[in-house]
């Protein structure tokens, strides 16, 4: 074997060698698609979370604008949300069951996203009467809450109680927000940037934590 040729040909072989990595790598990611949430509208989820007026819609649903009351006694509108990806969930202050491991994990997301200003969580309260700013404010200074990133609402409860029916479809009670109704549920909206449903979760279960932390990423990743 001539030896001089074999030197002379290694630095072309590594090039070759180079270059056939990067070939395969760009045709891998061309062939790969591009991982992307569904987006939910009313026709696509349990019947029982939909209002009825909606169950037939089957495109372009968004979350209607809202007009709610933080732990600062700050009003909070869409305007806060505004290019925004977040999560919602529906809970209050004097539950003793699932709702405190659901506020922990809304807690453990937090710190998770605390640096991601595109990334934020909205709670409503479904016992708003009980559920004041200063309670509010109590309970959010207990639980970590950071003002920025995440919002502890009171409101006008039909209008709470239209969001969960209406917009997120977060509950199977039925009901208007009348004086006998109420939301209990563990479910988590995760919310796009364009008001699009992209995911529903169980609040209570790391695993479903787990896997929303994936999907926010993976809406932070979307180009469009």
């Known amino acids: 074997m001539d030896l001089k040729f074999f030197k002379k040909s290694v630095p072309t072989l590594v090039i070759m060698g180079v270059f056939s990595v990067l070939m395969v790598y760009a045709i891998y990611t061309m062939l790969t698609p591009e991982k992307r949430l569904p987006v939910f509208n009313p026709a696509d ?11 037939h819609i089957r495109n372009n649903h968004k979350v209607s604008d809202f007009k709610l009351i933080n732990q600062n006694g700050d009003t909070i509108t869409q305007a806060n949300y505004e290019g925004k990806i977040y999560v919602a ?73 239209k ?9 199977l009670d039925e009901g208007d927000g009348g004086l006998q109704d109420f939301v209990h549920t563990e479910n988590f909206v995760l919310v796009d940037k364009k008001k ?9 279960d790391l695993e479903d934590i787990e896997r929303l932390t994936a999907d926010i990423r993976i809406l932070q990743a979307e180009k469009n």
Not at 45 to 55: A, G, I, K, M
Not at 163 to 171: M, T
Not at 197 to 203: A, K, L, M, T
């Open 45 to 55: 989820v349990n019947p029982r979370l939909v209002d009825e007026s909606l169950v």
């Open 89 to 161: 969930d529906f809970f209050f202050t004097r539950c003793l069951t699932i709702c405190p491991v659901m506020t922990n994990n809304i807690g453990i997301l937090q710190e998770t996203f605390k640096n991601d200003d595109d990334v934020m969580f909205l709670s409503h309260s479904v016992t708003p009467v009980i559920d004041s700013v200063s309670v509010l404010r109590a309970y959010a200074d207990v639980k970590g809450v950071i003002d920025s990133k995440w919002n502890i609402t009171t409101g006008d409860k039909k209008h709470i109680y």
């Open 163 to 171: 969001l969960a029916r209406k917009s997120y479809f977060a509950v």
């Open 196 to 204: 699009q449903i992209r995911g529903f979760y169980d609040g209570t």
